[in-house]
């Protein structure tokens, strides 16, 4: 046998001995013998959940059933405020800016109202044109009433000067007469020329009043019009061109006046609708607080300005609570002798929404220890 051979199966038996053995997996520990698993589905069907232990000042807080209700000022009603058509532009549950067009009305009171506004500006114009026309009128009555004047003091000192001659020399009776006759005749010239100047002054004062009259009513079917549409006065008179915007509007638009969601909308497309007639109805779902009732016994421990918070009902983890500060109601229940409770949130959770049940906690003593507070719904 080679060298080499000898060299190779010594090699070859070192490899084999110094191979390591293969790891065992681990053993898996035994499960407890003091609890049962239960499925999830179980879990659910027996009602049994889990709730986190909270760290809270038990001993110093109150806790009160209630709901969430919304404020006056989160509910908007659109309603039609003439007789007309209507088309509407929303769905429910649709968000809605403020702003936006919810539906139109097709009316022939806002047609009859345009014609209106119409009528009293082209009255309006055609008085203020007779004014104009007539100032000349008026200025020329009183250039000839004053050129009449200064006719009859020259006549009048005509007939001084013939007097005076007909005192001295004597005679002068025919030039009297004649200077008389004049000053008759131009005193009879004024007296009309004053008469005409009266009868144009009182006629351009009764346009004036015509003017001042149209520009009134102008101004009231403004206001009526801009009551109708939702809109100012100035956007209503801003002109396109030489249109003024009131004349462009073919119908009345129903525009929401905030930020909302479309709750209810009780007619269809195309609806003959009546005056006040409600077309859609929308919800500021922001606009909440909570109402909750508490006994007339724990009044004593209550009072305005009180942290307070609202949590859900049902106790599910992950839903924060609502903060905010208490309210106690203006009048209280003889017969329950339970007094209203609201809380003011500072910020709203997501689950917080109108008619969403809860509770009410009330920190009487704040400052003290937290302690780790195991709900009722767990013993």
């Known amino acids: 046998m080679s060298r080499n051979l000898i060299v190779g199966l010594l090699l070859i038996c070192l490899v084999g001995c110094s191979k390591a053995p293969e790891a065992r997996p681990p053993e898996k520990a035994p499960p407890p013998t003091n609890r049962i698993a239960v499925p999830e589905a179980v879990r659910k069907n027996l009602g049994i959940g889990f709730v986190k232990v909270e760290r809270r000042r038990v001993a110093q807080t109150l806790r009160f059933p209630g709901h969430f209700e919304l404020l006056p000022t989160g509910q908007q009603e659109l309603r039609t405020p003439v007789q007309g058509r209507v088309t509407i532009l929303v769905r429910p549950l649709q968000p809605v800016k403020a702003g936006d067009v919810v539906a139109t009305v097709d009316s022939p009171a806002w047609r009859q109202a345009q014609r209106d506004l119409g009528e009293i500006e082209v009255q309006s114009k055609v008085t203020a044109a007779r004014i104009a026309a007539m100032r000349p009128l008026a200025a020329a009555h009183a250039t000839h009433e004053t050129s009449l004047r200064e006719a009859v003091k020259v006549l009048e000192a005509r007939e001084r000067n013939v007097l005076d001659t007909q005192g001295s020399v004597g005679g002068q009776a025919r030039e009297l007469t004649e200077v008389r006759a004049q000053i008759a005749q131009a005193r009879a010239q004024l007296a009309e020329a004053e008469e005409k100047t009266a009868e144009t002054s009182a006629a351009i004062a009764e346009l004036q009043a ?26 209503l008179t801003q002109a396109k061109g030489d249109i003024p915007t009131w004349r462009t509007l073919r119908v009345v638009e129903l525009r929401a006046v905030a930020d909302a969601t479309i ?68 009048s209280a229940d003889p017969t329950l002798r339970t007094i209203d409770l609201y809380l003011e949130p500072v910020s709203l959770a997501d689950w917080a929404r109108p008619g969403v049940a809860g509770y009410l906690e009330v920190e009487v003593i704040s400052g003290q220890t937290k302690e780790l507070a195991i709900p009722t719904s767990s013993t």
Do not use: C, H, Y
């Not at 009259?213 to 100035?234: C, F, I, Q, T």
């Not at 004593?300 to 609502?322: C, H, K």
């Open 210 to 235: 015509n003017l001042g009259a149209a520009e009134d009513r102008m101004r009231l079917g403004l206001d009526a019009a801009a009551a109708v549409l939702s809109m100012p006065v100035e956007e």
């Open 263 to 330: 709750d209810n909308v009780p007619l269809a497309s195309g609806a003959w609708a009546e005056p006040g007639e409600l077309v859609a109805r929308a919800t500021d779902r922001k606009q909440l607080r909570f109402r909750a009732r508490g006994l007339q016994s724990d009044l004593a421990r209550l009072s305005d300005g009180l942290s307070a918070s609202a949590i859900p009902a049902t106790g599910s983890t992950g839903s924060a609570p609502v903060a905010g500060r208490l309210l106690l109601g203006a």
